[in-house]
């Protein structure tokens, strides 16, 4: 997904498979992905998000990507809901993304905004002790 997702992709970095590999071995980083299924049947894996442990209490959002065949769905923000009570949870106060703007990623551009992150410098931020709302329609496992 890393190599082929370009509309909603916050930073478009490209990484190998092996890259990947490395990163969910790496205790100072998170990988996960979103595998989404429907009333209509399994779409796969459509998501992925990079994150790395900066500190005991800052983690930095290296990489959140959603397939363009699901974006629109709430599918991204109940996978940023789920990074942040993760977060919440290991302690963490401050969670921060960045967008960079490519010719295809425009449908990304808002989302950090939306969601209520404030931007500092280069950087979105999130406190975690803000409210959000989780998409009720979604479970997330």
Known sequence: LTLKTNQFNLTTRRYQEEDIRKFAQ???KIVGCAQIQDKFGDNGITGAYIINKDNEQQWTIDTFLLSC??????IEDGVLCHIIEK??????????????KTKKNQPAEN???NFGFKKEGDFWIFDTKNQFKRPEHLVIS
């Open 111 to 113: 989302f950090f905004e």
């Open 87 to 100: 977060a919440r949870k290991d302690g963490i106060s401050q969670v921060r993304g960045e967008y960079i």
């Open 69 to 74: 065949r699901v974006i629109g769905r709430g």
């Open 26 to 28: 790496n205790s100072e």
